[in-house]
Nanobody, 114 residues
Framework: VQLVESGGGLVQPGGSLRLSCAAS????????MTWYRQAPGKERELVAA????????QYADSVKGRFTISRDNAKNTVYLQMNNLKPEDTAVYYC????????WGQGTQVTVSS
């Protein structure tokens, strides 16, 4: 069982990034998935969630209207499109299942700075 996040980087305020999370070792299409983030000195927080079929999504208030979670069950991958990024979005971003949390992957660093 493995979750591998990618797509992070350094971006200026107002910029965009698309994160990917490749899952393996379980029946991906059967599970709701989530993106979390953890900023330095802060607890990990839920950013977005998507149902197993992709029909319903949820977002933290801080990212509503800027971030979009999506998934491709044929590719066992969940995505996070992040637009209009702000310095406070700087964090390590992780994906995981919505329930029955798996061991966390290495995450992908997102840094928003001018």
């Amino acid at each position: 069982v493995q979750l591998v996040e990618s797509g992070g980087g350094l971006v200026q305020p107002g910029g965009s990034l698309r994160l990917s999370c490749a899952a393996s070792g379980f029946t991906f299409s059967s599970y709701a998935m989530t993106w979390y983030r953890q900023a330095p000195g802060k607890e990990r927080e839920l950013v977005a969630a998507i149902t197993s079929g992709g029909g319903n999504t949820q977002y933290a208030d801080s990212v509503k209207g800027r971030f979009t979670i999506s998934r491709d069950n044929a590719k066992n991958t969940v995505y996070l499109q992040m637009n209009n990024l702000k310095p406070e979005d700087t964090a390590v971003y992780y994906c995981n299942r919505r329930l029955t949390i798996l061991p966390w992957g290495q995450g992908t660093q997102v840094t928003v700075s001018s």
